[in-house]
């Protein structure tokens, strides 16, 4: 979180405050491009290993499976507001043109990933409003440094390419609550030694560029457990390795001595194609050397796999106690850490939400419509779990006539919250 003191903007954005900003940002850059690279299997196990020796590097998936999960478990299921249909109707039209609840999944996967989420909420040429999700190394949002950490500005930067691809400069566009100010330079650490070179209104009546916090922090839900993920990548390796060289391990012979045939071969080669290997006596023999395997390899590796869903509160959706025939409440016991984790998440993905909200209703009332109290908005998180509806069919059975019809029908998760048949998970 960059913070600032109000009084810095007293006189407008200077730009040695923008400057000082994208460099406390940029020294983070290198935490994040470490967590994207072992989000695509890039980074390689630290294993040092003579020449001519088997050298594979293994790499597990858990980091996607990790983020996969936990950002599934959250905004999977398309996130539902509600309050005055009157009212939220322009609102939920505009919200379905933006496509937000697509993007709701990338800003989880982002927050999951590293720690927070950006999204810029901009005007098309149809002058409708949109939304998109910012890679977050590019993009930050600068925030008052008292007890209100308001949003000041924000900052998205990105390298300008010729037709060749080749970079030959650097934009930035600043976003404070009423105007973006366009910026370029030659390069990232002089971009804003000049004034901006266009200034345009926006009117979204606060700064479009939001932050989806995963948590207090901004951590990832895998930097707890990365060590432990690289040690199991260095584990298997070594393991893969030890094995292939076992099949070129050496031949030690005692009490003999090896000698070309009358074809003119050599030992090595009597012994690759006819398989034997002929001794004088009883006295004379023959072995491998070959390093024993590790006892308790298989426990260790084990041992670590554990602690990485232990640790990431995600679990093995694979093990065998999540059985197809497990009733409800002891699945919700099995998948209580990630309950657990998904309420922090959920509060902080709330707050942005409330705040995509505050700009598109601002932008729609200036369009003439009626404005929206966010206050009034009821955000509800639906869970990504699998449904047995014949529990729920006999739940609601039982409480016919008990509970109000609309209530009954909303439980039942073929139909959405107005009892009307969801169509959601078709495809």
Same mark, same amino acid.
């Given at each position: 979180?960059?913070?600032?003191?109000?009084?810095?903007?007293?006189?407008?954005?200077?730009?040695?405050?923008?400057?000082?900003?994208?460099?406390?940002?940029?020294?983070?850059?290198?935490?994040?491009?470490?967590?994207?690279?072992?989000?695509?299997?890039?980074?390689?196990?630290?294993?040092?290993?003579?020449?001519?020796?088997?050298?594979?590097?293994?790499?597990?998936?858990?980091?996607?499976?990790?983020?996969?999960?936990?950002?599934?478990?959250?905004?999977?299921?398309?996130?539902?507001?509600?309050?005055?249909?009157?009212?939220?109707?322009?609102?939920?039209?505009?919200?379905?043109?933006?496509?937000?609840?697509?993007?709701?999944?990338?800003?989880?996967?982002?927050?999951?990933?590293?720690?927070?989420?950006?999204?810029?909420?901009?005007?098309?040429?149809?002058?409708?409003?949109?939304?998109?999700?910012?890679?977050?190394?590019?993009?930050?949002?600068?925030?008052?440094?008292?007890?209100?950490?308001?949003?000041?500005?924000?900052?998205?930067?990105?390298?300008?390419?010729?037709?060749?691809?080749?970079?030959?400069?650097?934009?930035?566009?600043?976003?404070?609550?009423?105007?973006?100010?366009?910026?370029?330079?030659?390069?990232?650490?002089?971009?804003?030694?000049?004034?901006?070179?266009?200034?345009?209104?926006?009117?979204?009546?606060?700064?479009?560029?939001?932050?989806?916090?995963?948590?207090?922090?901004?951590?990832?839900?895998?930097?707890?457990?990365?060590?432990?993920?690289?040690?199991?990548?260095?584990?298997?390796?070594?393991?893969?390795?030890?094995?292939?060289?076992?099949?070129?391990?050496?031949?030690?012979?005692?009490?003999?001595?090896?000698?070309?045939?009358?074809?003119? +071969?050599?030992?090595?080669?009597?012994?690759?194609?006819?398989?034997?290997?002929?001794?004088?006596?009883?006295?004379?023999?023959?072995?491998?050397?070959?390093?024993?395997?590790?006892?308790?390899?298989?426990?260790?590796?084990?041992?670590?796999?554990?602690?990485?869903?232990?640790?990431?509160?995600?679990?093995?959706?694979?093990?065998?106690?999540?059985?197809?025939?497990?009733?409800?409440?002891?699945?919700?016991?099995?998948?209580?850490?990630?309950?657990?984790?998904?309420?922090?998440?959920?509060?902080?993905?709330?707050?942005?939400?409330?705040?995509?909200? +505050?700009?598109?209703?601002?932008?729609?009332?200036?369009?003439?419509?009626?404005?929206?109290?966010?206050?009034?908005?009821?955000?509800?998180?639906?869970?990504?779990?699998?449904?047995?509806?014949?529990?729920?069919?006999?739940?609601?059975?039982?409480?016919?006539?008990?509970?109000?019809?609309?209530?009954?029908?909303?439980?039942?998760?073929?139909?959405?919250?107005?009892?009307?048949?969801?169509?959601?998970?078709?495809?």
């Amino acid at each position: 979180m960059i913070t600032r003191d109000r009084a810095c903007l007293q006189n407008g954005l200077s730009g040695r405050l923008l400057q000082g900003c994208l460099n406390e940002h940029l020294r983070s850059t290198e935490r994040l491009s470490r967590l994207r690279d072992a989000y695509f299997l890039r980074s390689r196990p630290s294993t040092a290993r003579a020449e001519g020796l088997p050298d594979h590097h293994l790499s597990h998936a858990y980091v996607r499976y990790i983020v996969t999960i936990a950002s599934s478990y959250l905004a999977g299921a398309a996130i539902s507001y509600h309050g005055e249909d009157g009212v939220l109707s322009p609102l939920r039209a505009a919200y379905r043109q933006a496509n937000v609840a697509g993007i709701d999944v990338e800003l989880a996967r982002q927050a999951s990933l590293y720690g927070k989420g950006v999204e810029i909420i901009y005007t098309d040429a149809c002058a409708q409003p949109r939304s998109a999700a910012l890679d977050p190394r590019s993009a930050f949002v600068v925030y008052a440094d008292d007890v209100s950490a308001d949003p000041l500005f924000g900052v998205h930067f990105h390298p300008i390419t010729d037709e060749s691809g080749t970079p030959r400069g650097y934009e930035a566009q600043v976003y404070t609550p009423s105007e973006r100010l366009t910026y370029r330079a030659a390069s990232a650490s002089s971009l804003f030694r000049l004034p901006p070179i266009d200034a345009a209104p926006h009117y979204f009546g606060r700064v479009p560029l939001i932050e989806y916090w995963n948590n207090e922090e901004e951590s990832s839900d895998v930097e707890s457990v990365l060590s432990l993920i690289e040690a199991y990548d260095a584990l298997q390796s070594a393991r893969v390795n030890d094995q292939e060289q076992l099949a070129d391990a050496l031949l030690i012979v005692y009490g003999a001595r090896l000698e070309a045939d009358e074809k003119g +071969r050599t030992p090595a080669q009597q012994l690759r194609q006819d398989k034997l290997l002929y001794l004088p006596d009883r006295d004379a023999g023959a072995q491998y050397l070959v390093k024993q395997s590790g006892v308790g390899a298989e426990e260790l590796r084990t041992a670590i796999e554990k602690d990485i869903h232990k640790f990431s509160m995600i679990p093995d959706l694979s093990d065998q106690q999540f059985a197809g025939n497990t009733s409800g409440v002891a699945m919700k016991y099995k998948l209580l850490g990630l309950e657990q984790l998904t309420c922090l998440k959920e509060r902080w993905f709330r707050e942005a939400l409330k705040e995509r909200l +505050r700009c598109y209703a601002h932008f729609l009332a200036v369009k003439g419509g009626r404005m929206i109290d966010e206050s009034a908005v009821r955000i509800t998180f639906t869970r990504a779990l699998p449904e047995s509806s014949l529990e729920t069919a006999q739940m609601v059975k039982t409480l016919e006539g008990m509970v109000p019809d609309q209530v009954l029908l909303s439980q039942l998760p073929f139909l959405d919250g107005e009892g009307e048949q969801n169509t959601n998970n078709r495809r």
